[in-house]
């Protein structure tokens, strides 16, 4: 009997435990930026363009996705900086190339621009080409899809001049139908005059 009594005990104080609170989490916190981080500007991102090269480091291959990822933002002042060049090394060639595949680049330009970088990939360190090679499999892809889309348009134009010119067909046919019917009704009833005329 007490050792019934003292399970029974033991698991009334099991219980209560369970049912105890636990304390709530602290609140999740955003990170701080740090100084570097809130200092960076674009400009601060152009100025990068120092640490470009032609090489397979981490730093470069780093330094070249920012380059990529600030064309997003800043492909105006990108554009300044590039066109300022009169006779640009082999890395601000990259970066034109790169800059020209920008979409809204005109279809045109990035078509021709998808040969030279491939002709610049077959040049670069293996893991820069990987890396910018991305962008012209992007760029192919994106090309690819826009000459998709022109070409449906062209096709639902021509279809929709199709389906006008068979509407204003069938207009003018139920115009005939319906003076043909016109033309049956009075004949009908100069026939029904004439047979309601005679004895």
């Known amino acids: 009997m007490r050792l019934m009594l003292i399970l029974l005990l033991a698991l009334l104080s099991g219980c209560q435990l369970l049912n105890q609170q636990q304390p709530p989490p602290p609140p999740l916190t955003e990170p701080e930026l740090t100084e570097q981080q809130a200092a960076e500007t674009p400009d601060s991102t152009v100025n990068s363009e120092v640490a470009l090269s032609l090489n397979d480091d981490p730093a470069t291959l780093q330094a070249w996705v920012n380059y990529r990822a600030s064309l997003l933002h800043n492909k105006a002042l990108w554009q300044e900086l590039l066109a300022d060049v009169a006779e640009p090394d082999p890395v601000q060639m990259l970066q034109r190339i790169i800059l020209q595949l920008h979409p809204d680049t005109p279809y045109l330009t990035r078509l021709r621009v998808q040969m030279q970088l491939a ?3 077959a040049l670069l360190p293996p893991g820069l080409a990987a890396l910018i090679s991305w962008d012209l499999t992007f760029n192919q892809k994106l090309l690819e899809t826009e000459s998709a889309v022109s070409a449906l348009t062209r096709l639902n134009a021509q ?16 115009k005939k139908i319906d003076a043909l019917t016109q033309i049956e009704a009075q004949l009908n009833q100069s026939i029904n005059e004439g047979n309601n005329g005679r004895p």
């Open 159 to 174: 279809q929709h001049e199709n389906i006008e010119r068979l509407q204003k067909k069938n207009k003018d046919l139920q």
């Open 119 to 121: 002709e610049q990939i």
